[in-house]
């Protein structure tokens, strides 16, 4: 019963991640929006990233210029590593990441036909329920990628 309930949360994390992502022309950035103080004092936005949207902790970020996915996810580990961001639970295009009571859940895509563009959706959360419920998901999505 357990697995079919985070099943179903997986899965309803991925289409939501997926339906933020803004359209628009193939391969070309979307129009960056300034982000919250939340997300500023997060660092959730990397170099060479364009910023989406943002709206109820989640944010979707375009990076025209990263590599693929995988990348990404290198790139946020070790550019948040060194401000103090510990990497909690990685499977492959997925990252959690936690400092202190803040958490960073960050799923990364290569360039797809409805973006054509590499992009990261995060959810960020400052309290412990939260990180709960993102560490449950990470850690069903490192179950399932195996």
């Known amino acids: 019963m357990k697995m079919?309930?985070?099943r179903t949360?997986?899965?309803?994390?991925?289409?939501?991640f997926a339906a933020m992502a803004p359209t628009g022309c193939r391969?070309?950035?979307?129009?960056?929006?300034s982000p919250s103080e939340?997300?500023?004092s997060l660092g959730i936005v990397l170099e060479g990233?364009?910023?989406c949207e943002e709206d109820r902790n989640v944010a979707s970020i375009d990076y025209p210029k990263a590599d693929g996915g995988k990348a990404l996810v290198s790139l946020y580990k070790s550019t948040l590593g060194k401000a103090g961001w510990k990497a909690e639970v990685e499977a492959g295009a997925t990252l959690l990441l936690t400092r202190a009571d803040d958490t960073l859940f960050i799923i990364t895509t290569d360039r797809t036909k409805q973006r054509g563009l590499p992009w990261a959706?995060?959810?960020?959360?400052?309290?412990?329920g939260c990180r709960q419920e993102l560490t449950a998901l990470a850690n069903a999505m490192k179950e399932?990628?195996?």
């Open 4 to 6: 079919r309930w985070t």
């Open 9 to 16: 949360i997986l899965w309803g994390v991925v289409v939501g």
């Open 27 to 33: 391969g070309k950035a979307c129009d960056t929006v």
């Open 38 to 40: 939340t997300a500023k």
């Open 49 to 51: 990233g364009h910023l």
């Open 121 to 128: 959706a995060v959810r960020y959360c400052r309290d412990t």
């Open 144 to 146: 399932r990628s195996k």
